[in-house]
Nanobody, 120 residues
């Protein structure tokens, strides 16, 4: 099993910044990808940003140019720097990790979520 420890959510005014962190631990042989999704009330969970082990990065159109995802492979940790936050960024943010536990078995794991609230 893989455990994910998220931190960095909170309340911020529009235009402000927050940085989320997600550290993966447990039965990790090799991480495939790390990323962030978010879910606003009454909506489905949606991709925010992901980064693969090879460095490939994908962002949702709504955050391009404002959010930056990065990864520290030595710490199995991903970061999401969120700048120029808008009220519509308000959501619960979930860390997601896909990883191998051995040479052939892999799993998809979710963090418990961290609340980000942006006031206008």
């Amino acid at each position: 099993q893989v455990q994910l420890a998220e931190s960095g959510g909170g309340l911020v005014q529009a235009g402000g910044s927050l940085r989320l962190s997600c550290e993966a631990s447990g039965s990790i042989y090799r991480i495939i990808s790390m990323g962030w999704y978010r879910q606003a009330p009454g909506e489905q969970r949606k991709l925010v940003a992901t980064v693969t082990s090879g460095g490939g990065i994908d962002y949702s159109d709504s955050v391009k140019g404002r959010f930056t995802i990065s990864r520290d492979n030595t710490k199995n940790t991903a970061y999401l720097q969120m700048n120029t936050l808008k009220p519509e960024d308000t959501a619960v943010y979930y860390c997601n990790v896909a990883s191998y536990s051995d040479w052939r078995n892999w799993g998809n794991y979710w963090g418990q979520g961290t609340q980000v609230t942006v006031s206008s």
